[in-house]
């Protein structure tokens, strides 16, 4: 099974990141999320409105974590075409970007914190955008702080989207990314009491622990993949190479009475039989 697969376990992981990444979302959309309830007019804070922004809020952040997913998957794309072996490259650089998240969330390593100043160039560019469309009084304008807010430069986002850079498909990227955004929503939604307890759990060390070893555990797996699948391209390659004639390595076969191959259908069916008998 390709663990860059759209196919439920590549997407249930994805989701599973998005859950256990929940204590660094706290941090990042917490504050936000808090300033945008208080920006709304207190004679305009019904539940009902509230919900409604920041339901909005969230499924514009995730929108635009999909579409950073496609455009990175593109890069992907063309790069394969490109560059042969970048896709070998890629897979490797997926599955270091997903063991740097796993160090950060169990806080062992903060070196995660280093990339996020890759995106610190954009960010200052496009987050001005974003304060024009405060105070939030309505939906879509909501959405289009979310979809805004969602390019904020996280360590994170940026391993998931270096797993969507060697997926190289922008649809499954799209999902992947999409699954990740859905699985920080209970930590981003929760309020009150349930907020609390929620954080407590997320924050706690065994839980950290565990979802690091859970995401180091995928990363070692798609390290292993790959393994696996260049070590049956070389069987393979080397297989083909046979075919294209008589084998090129193993014992010499010297089969009587062929000198001439095309001398009889017999003469080549016991050839084949002799050949089969070394190819693994």
């Given at each position: 099974?390709?663990?860059?697969?759209?196919?439920?376990?590549?997407?249930?992981?994805?989701?599973?990141?998005?859950?256990?990444?929940g204590a660094h979302c706290i941090g990042m959309c917490g504050g936000i999320m808090s300033a945008l309830t208080f920006a709304v007019p207190p004679s305009m804070r019904q539940p009902s409105r509230l919900a409604g922004l920041l339901l909005g809020y969230n499924l514009g952040r995730i929108s635009s974590y999909m579409i950073a997913g496609a455009l990175v998957a593109l890069l992907g794309s063309v790069l394969n075409h490109a560059l042969d072996g970048i896709a070998l490259v890629l897979r490797i650089l997926a599955a270091v970007m997903l063991i740097l998240m796993a160090l950060y969330i169990a806080d062992w390593w903060k070196g995660l914190l280093r990339v996020e100043a890759l995106g610190r160039f954009l960010w200052r560019r496009i987050e001005p955008v974003g304060r024009r469309l405060i105070p939030v009084v309505k939906v879509p304008q909501a959405f289009a702080l979310g979809s805004i807010w969602g390019w904020m430069p996280c360590g994170l986002i940026y391993s998931m989207l270096a797993w969507s850079l060697a997926v190289a498909e922008p649809l499954r990227a799209a999902a992947m990314m999409g699954a990740f955004g859905f699985g920080t929503l209970p930590v981003v939604l929760a309020t009150g009491v349930a907020a609390r307890r929620v954080s407590l759990w997320i924050r706690h060390p065994a839980t950290r622990t565990m979802a690091a070893l859970l995401i180091i555990a995928f990363a070692i797996w798609q390290l292993w993949h790959l393994q696996s699948m260049t070590g049956m391209d070389d069987i393979a390659g080397g297989m083909t190479s046979s075919h294209h004639g008589w084998p090129l390595r193993g014992p010499s076969v010297t089969i009587a009475g062929c000198a001439d191959p095309s001398a009889s259908i017999s003469c080549l069916r016991l050839g084949a039989r002799g050949a089969s008998s070394w190819i693994v």
């Open positions: 099974m390709d663990p860059t697969d759209l196919s439920l376990p590549p997407l249930a992981a994805a989701f599973v990141f998005g859950l256990l990444g």
